[in-house]
């Protein structure tokens, strides 16, 4: 499976993710893209161990928690030991970070067999169940690593509420915090994509 084919439902459940809903993204900016810092070994292993987890037949998103935290580590953000994960049902359309209780909410990875409810589910809400799944996918399997791939970014965008002190009652700021949180999101996944090819 590629990143990109990976990537492209993926960006539009993460605009869906338990937060407000983004406009239209904004024409690409004039100045070149920052180089990505250098990949360390332990990020690189970092990558690999979520990988795994997502294609797994029986992933823990726990597992990709630990993971992700270590590989934004990599890159010198700091998290506090009172930061938690809750798991949620894998067809919950709401993940969320809560700022005051500091913990991250999230759906358990797919079981074989689970990708074509968490796929159909999206679709209803987000299409009114218009968009065929069943189409987009080869198989069963990828439907469900796919799905998994998902969850991912949406944790990977969450804890990039978490990294950006996300404040759920300055809805002022919220629309910024959408992009900050997505910003890190991205990044760190090209990041890791670019640690784990293929
Ligand atoms: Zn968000």
Redesign the pocket.
């Known amino acids: 499976m590629t990143v990109a084919r990976t990537l492209q439902p993926l960006i539009v459940v993460l605009l869906a ?1 338990g ?1 407000t809903p983004l406009p239209p993204p904004a024409p690409p900016p004039v100045e070149p893209a920052p180089r990505a810092p250098a990949i360390s070994a332990e990020q690189r292993r970092a990558a690999e161990d979520i990988a795994r987890q997502l294609t797994s037949q029986t992933g823990d998103v726990a597992a990709v928690y630990a993971a992700l935290r270590r590989a934004y580590s990599g890159q010198g953000e700091r998290f506090s030991e009172t930061l938690t994960l809750a798991q949620q049902p894998p067809l919950k359309p709401l993940s969320y970070y809560q700022d005051d209780i500091e913990r991250v909410t999230i759906n358990r990875l797919l079981r074989p067999g689970e990708g074509l409810a968490y796929w159909r589910n999206w679709s209803k809400v987000l299409t009114g169940g218009s968009w065929d799944p069943a189409k987009q996918f080869r198989d069963p399997e990828e439907m469900r690593q796919v799905g998994n791939y998902a969850i991912f970014g949406i944790l990977a ?1 969450e804890l990039g ?1 978490y990294l950006t002190s996300h404040n759920f009652s300055m809805p002022a700021a919220r629309m910024i915090d ?1 992009l900050w ?1 997505d910003q890190l999101a991205v990044a760190m996944m090209d990041h890791l994509a670019a640690a784990n090819p293929g």
Do not use: G, I, K, V
């Open positions: 993710s937060c965008h509420h959408e949180a």
